[in-house]
């Protein structure tokens, strides 16, 4: 997509009602999940529907959260979606080192085609140990995050804040490979906005760029919490304007000190003010 998205609406792939009001719902990426959301005996259905609706083009990018790599069910998602044209990109769940990353590409990519756009959930303490690996696996991986609540059980924590290290690890490990700063992982209660719109500020704090959501509901309150404000609008577009007048390091009148990397976070501010 040319925009830079912010919400990512997650849907059960078994219910496919509920994945064409997603798509109405103005989140700018929807993900059908065919693993944790969808009951044991509904993956083969999930999958088939999927496939049904990712035969045409879709009016907003569509990612689909495959199944556990190493389980019976993936080879087989791979199989049915990897080809379709609807299929913007290929969610991997429980990542844990770049050579899962590349052996889906090799098994997701069709014949005399492009292998299609991946990207890598780190939900283990393993996964977060080779986070910057995995990031760098294969150039078909566009995106990592996490899975916080898989991670949590996994580490035993008892706290959020608990979180915070392998959260900004995520962040590191994907700029240090060159990828978009990540998501946050979704905010388990759908009615408390609230605590929502003050988690997003943190994460927005540690490095995150939009977050993952479970219900319509929550979209507006993540676009608010990760698109600048006004105020930061024109303190970047006052930085630009010093910046072109005078060239090289300086110290404004308010006594803001401007040099390139000040520049830079202007420019992406702006950037994202105006989602490209």
Wanted: aromatic share 2%; glycine share 6%.
């Amino acid at each position: 997509m040319t925009t830079c998205p912010l919400t990512w609406l997650y849907v059960p792939g078994d219910r496919p009602r509920v994945v064409t009001k997603a798509l109405a719902s103005g989140a700018d990426v929807v993900v059908i999940d065919l693993e944790d959301a969808v009951a044991p005996d509904r993956k083969e259905y999930a999958r088939e529907a999927t496939a049904e609706r990712l035969r045409d083009p879709q009016p907003v990018p569509v990612h689909v959260r495959v199944n556990a790599l190493d389980g019976p069910h993936a080879p087989l998602d791979l199989k049915a979606l990897a080809h379709l044209p609807g299929l913007a990109g290929l969610r991997l769940p429980k990542v844990t080192s770049p050579q899962q990353v590349r052996n889906i590409a090799a098994a997701a990519t069709p014949p005399d085609a492009d292998t299609p756009p991946l990207y890598a959930l780190l939900e283990t303490a393993l996964g977060i140990e080779h986070a910057h690996a995995v990031a760098g696996a294969h150039p078909a991986l566009r995106g990592i995050s996490l899975g916080e609540a898989d991670l949590r059980a996994d580490l035993g924590l008892r706290d959020d804040r608990g979180l915070d290290w392998c959260r900004s690890r995520i962040v590191v490990a994907a700029r240090a490979a060159g990828l978009p700063a990540p998501p946050q992982s979704v905010h388990p209660d759908t009615r408390d906005l609230e605590s929502l719109a003050a988690s997003c500020a943190h994460g927005r704090a540690l490095g995150f760029v939009g977050r993952a959501a479970i219900h319509p509901r929550q979209l507006p309150v993540i676009e608010r919490a990760y698109l600048p404000t006004p105020r930061e609008i024109e303190e970047a577009h006052h930085i630009l304007r010093a910046a072109r007048a005078h060239q090289g390091a300086q110290a404004l009148p308010n006594g803001t000190f401007i040099d390139a990397a000040v520049v830079a976070t202007a420019r992406r501010t702006l950037s994202l003010a105006h989602r490209v």
